[in-house]
């Protein structure tokens, strides 16, 4: 009879007060964690319950992207009036960076074994972006749109570095620290065009 070898418990311990510590949005549970039986436990230093709650944090990202990432492509592709060139290929930068942005999060979620939301259902719920408008507004106004949702996502990563810096994982850290980077950057620039 073969001997079944009983999995290993961590023996890493999360720093106080930082077991499941997450803000959530509506205290919706997203990050549902993935796996079976067949693969071995996660074991890479950071205590399952702060997996849990970094993935839920980065689940927000993620739906606060994507969304900011749909609405900047509506606008490349709706933008009229005298500075359309100029903001038809700005905005096809920043919505290429955003897709790109969105893989590297979600497979972070998923490094951390779990799912990563990608439905429109899904993000939705626990999105902080407010979703395209329908009818798509003149220029500026699309650029006023793409301020706040820059500042938004920002803030929302913001809140979950403290997070993973408690739990003591550096890669999302330093990745929700680059995204600020970027979003600071964006927001400043496309600021500029709105000042006289």
Sequence with gaps: MAKVEKKAKS?????AGSAGKVPKKGGLAVAEESGSRNAPVINIGIERQDRAAIAEGLSRVLADTYTLYLTTHNFHW???GPHFNSLHAMF??????LWASTDVIAERIRAL?????????EFGKIATV?????????????VRILVKGHETV???AREFIPVAEEAGDDPT???LTARCTVHDQTAWMLRSLLED
């Design 11 to 15: 023996t890493v311990k999360a720093p």
């Design 78 to 80: 709706n933008v009229t």
């Design 92 to 97: 096809m930068a920043q919505y290429t960076e």
């Design 113 to 121: 074994g779990h799912y990563a939301p990608g439905s429109y259902a």
């Design 130 to 142: 407010p979703d395209v408008p329908q009818t798509p507004p003149k220029a500026m106004e699309m």
């Design 154 to 156: 920002s803030r929302i």
């Design 173 to 175: 850290a330093d990745m």
